[in-house]
């Protein structure tokens, strides 16, 4: 009596793109988004935009222990990419200051928040007058509204979509942590999950929460959103 044994695939799919263990593996390109700390009082209490705000001094102390759970939980040997604007420069350097240590910030305006134009600076109980849209409920202005010489949310999503595939490109195979926006921290899980930028919105992203999102060859993937530190 011949047994036959069955002919095992030589290739198997997709076998080492499975998370499986608590480890991320090396090598991969992977995006560590964190969105900028806390903002001062009195520019919360208008549309801020790309406008360069302060961040808030007291919550800056008040978290500390946040600041070096993320320290921790960031790799070591990263890129690290700030926006063009000074709350990004400021968070990562906190990180830094928790227990990272130095590391070179490279500008990225590509990461920047959305240009909310001609409203900016503008109180929040200003702004249904001036929309055409409804408001989206969780963000100022519907994904499709512009605001004069500004971009919609779409034009955010575009925006950052390309960047990201530019910067997957120039740094392929290294972990890169980026310090950037809520508003474009949604538009890279739009971008990465191929899904229209008012569903993105419906992402809650936090000051100073984690979003990892990794370029593999078979495309974007998402591996953790708004993870708090230390919590």
């Known amino acids: 009596m011949t047994i036959q044994t069955a002919t095992l695939p030589t290739k198997q ?5 499975f998370l499986d263990t608590p480890q991320l593996a090396s090598g991969i390109t992977r995006f560590w988004l964190i969105r900028h700390a806390l903002v ?10 790309t406008l360069d705000v302060p961040l808030c001094l007291d919550s800056l102390i008040a978290q500390r222990p946040m600041y070096e759970a993320l320290a921790a939980r960031l790799p070591k040997k990263a890129q690290w990419l700030v926006s063009p604007l000074s709350r990004t420069r400021k968070t990562a350097e906190a990180i830094q200051d928790a227990g990272y240590g130095p590391s070179v910030l490279t500008v ?6 959305q240009n909310l134009g001609e409203w900016q600076g503008m109180p929040h109980g200003e702004l249904p007058q001036h929309l055409h849209l409804a408001a989206h409920p969780f963000w100022s202005v519907a994904a499709t ?10 034009d955010v999503c575009a ?6 595939d530019r910067l997957a490109e120039t740094y392929a195979g290294q972990d890169v942590v980026a310090v950037s926006h809520g508003g474009a921290i949604r538009a890279a899980l739009a971008h990465a999950l191929r899904i229209h930028a008012e569903t993105a919105l419906h992402f809650s992203i936090q000051n100073i929460s984690l979003t990892i999102l990794e370029r593999l060859e078979e495309g974007w993937r998402v591996v ?8």
């Open 13 to 17: 799919i997709n076998q080492g793109n």
């Open 40 to 49: 001062e009082q009195n520019a919360r209490m208008s549309l801020y935009g």
């Open 108 to 113: 990225e305006p590509a990461l920047i928040e």
């Open 145 to 154: 509204e512009c605001p004069p010489k500004g971009e919609s949310m779409i």
């Open 159 to 164: 925006r950052v979509g390309r960047g990201l």
């Open 224 to 231: 953790t959103v708004n993870e708090l530190p230390g919590i």
